[in-house]
């Protein structure tokens, strides 16, 4: 690449750190840190750092190019917090990743993160409840379709009990939140009706947040999910399986020659995919299990962002290809494909 585009692109870059530094400051700091030299460090040895005596942040520039905006920013916060813990809070006795950095970084609501080779991660609550929920989804394989069919059933009555028990517990759920799926400048139908899928039926809450795309220099839109652990990890994987078996579905109705736009026949699976979820939704209200929401949930939210818009929605033709897609997301099933990965305890399959 040419010097002179990389040195727009730099400083660009250096802006868009600048302004996010600032905001951060602001709103969660109260204005308590000094403005730092920013730098784009081309040595690339770690994501980011803090040079206490020289009063200079930076990001390492493969780390921009490598990975989305979102977690550039997130290291932006974990320097930030080593700048208030030195500046700020003065400590210079305690070690990088200590306790006051790790409070620090939950100041600024970012996971205190730190690097190195965790060790296996103790089983959990999310890894128990997961092996349940795997066992289920595997029996939704069934070419049997009355097994499937009550399999599948059964992994979300699981999943509702779960929910209704973290509801009425005593103690405040540990809440958390993740950026799933990629970005683009204009969200499709298909992303917005994946999304209120996950919202209605699988206890997260769903936001498009703005992110800077830095080799366009330009915002786009990204999905984040909020939730406790256990359902970040259930919506994730529904996410990726409804779109992976939306465009499956949709390349066998286009070879079986069947008439009608992608749009319209996805859409009609999605929808017929949640029409199923709430007949199911509906018997186990029939048995007792009635969800009500989850208010902490939402103050959650609250606190994250404090104002929110509702996103509008364009409608869809209601065509052949829009009914063979409901009738096609009548009959779907969630498969198995959720697992425990052994060290760090990620769960879903995703390397």
């Given at each position: 690449?040419?010097?002179?585009?990389?040195?727009?692109?730099?400083?660009?870059?250096?802006?868009?750190?600048?302004?996010e530094?600032?905001?951060?400051?602001?709103?969660?700091?109260?204005?308590?840190?000094?403005?730092?030299?920013?730098?784009?460090?081309?040595?690339?040895?770690?994501?980011?750092?803090?040079?206490?005596?020289?009063?200079?942040?930076?990001?390492?520039?493969?780390?921009?190019?490598?990975?989305?905006?979102?977690?550039?920013?997130?290291?932006?916060?974990?320097?930030?917090?080593?700048?208030?813990?030195?500046?700020?809070?003065?400590?210079?006795?305690?070690?990088?990743?200590g306790?006051?950095?790790?409070?620090?970084?939950?100041?600024?609501?970012?996971?205190?993160?730190?690097?190195?080779?965790?060790?296996?991660?103790?089983?959990?609550?999310?890894?128990?409840?997961?092996?349940?929920?795997?066992?289920?989804l595997?029996?939704?394989?069934?070419?049997?379709?009355?097994?499937?069919?009550?399999?599948?059933?059964?992994?979300?009555?699981?999943?509702?009990?779960?929910?209704?028990?973290?509801?009425?517990?005593?103690?405040?759920?540990d809440?958390?939140?993740?950026?799933?799926?990629?970005?683009?400048?204009?969200?499709?139908?298909d992303?917005?009706?994946?999304?209120?899928?996950?919202?209605?039926?699988?206890?997260?809450?769903?936001?498009?947040?703005?992110?800077?795309?830095?080799?366009?220099m330009?915002?786009?839109?990204?999905?984040?999910?909020?939730?406790?652990?256990?359902?970040?990890?259930?919506?994730?994987?529904?996410h990726?399986?409804?779109?992976?078996?939306?465009?499956?579905?949709?390349?066998?109705?286009?070879?079986?020659?069947?008439?009608g736009?992608?749009?319209?026949?996805?859409?009609?699976?999605?929808?017929?995919?949640?029409?199923?979820?709430?007949?199911?939704?509906?018997?186990?209200?029939?048995r007792?299990?009635?969800?009500?929401?989850?208010?902490a949930?939402?103050?959650?939210?609250?606190?994250?962002?404090?104002?929110?818009?509702?996103?509008?929605?364009?409608?869809?033709?209601?065509s052949?290809?829009?009914?063979?897609?409901?009738?096609?997301?009548q009959?779907?099933?969630?498969?198995?494909?959720?697992?425990?990965?052994?060290?760090?305890?990620?769960?879903?399959?995703?390397?």
């Amino acid at each position: 690449m040419a010097s002179e585009t990389l040195e727009v692109l730099h400083r660009a870059w250096l802006k868009k750190l600048r302004d996010e530094w600032q905001t951060v400051n602001r709103d969660k700091l109260q204005g308590k840190l000094k403005v730092p030299i920013f730098l784009i460090d081309t040595a690339n040895r770690r994501l980011g750092f803090w040079d206490a005596k020289q009063r200079t942040l930076g990001i390492s520039e493969q780390h921009i190019w490598q990975h989305p905006w979102l977690d550039v920013l997130d290291t932006l916060r974990h320097e930030m917090a080593h700048q208030y813990v030195s500046e700020v809070l003065g400590i210079h006795d305690e070690t990088s990743h200590g306790t006051a950095w790790r409070e620090t970084c939950r100041l600024l609501d970012v996971l205190p993160q730190a690097t190195g080779t965790p060790g296996l991660a103790p089983e959990t609550e999310t890894d128990r409840m997961l092996q349940k929920v795997k066992k289920l989804l595997a029996l939704a394989e069934s070419p049997n379709v009355n097994e499937a069919e009550a399999a599948m059933a059964a992994a979300h009555a699981l999943i509702l009990k779960y929910n209704l028990d973290v509801a009425n517990a005593a103690q405040s759920a540990d809440y958390a939140w993740r950026r799933i799926g990629g970005t683009a400048a204009a969200i499709g139908l298909d992303w917005k009706l994946v999304a209120s899928i996950l919202s209605r039926w699988f206890f997260v809450e769903c936001v498009w947040v703005s992110v800077y795309v830095a080799q366009h220099m330009r915002m786009e839109r990204q999905l984040e999910i909020l939730g406790t652990a256990t359902n970040l990890e259930l919506a994730h994987y529904a996410h990726d399986f409804l779109h992976t078996a939306t465009e499956s579905l949709w390349r066998s109705h286009a070879r079986a020659g069947l008439r009608g736009s992608r749009r319209e026949f996805i859409a009609g699976v999605l929808m017929g995919f949640s029409q199923k979820l709430q007949a199911e939704r509906q018997v186990h209200a029939g048995r007792g299990l009635i969800w009500l929401g989850d208010p902490a949930l939402g103050g959650y939210v609250k606190g994250r962002y404090r104002h929110l818009r509702t996103m509008s929605s364009a409608g869809v033709r209601r065509s052949e290809a829009h009914q063979a897609g409901v009738n096609a997301g009548q009959r779907l099933r969630i498969h198995q494909g959720i697992h425990a990965k052994g060290k760090g305890g990620g769960l879903l399959g995703r390397e």
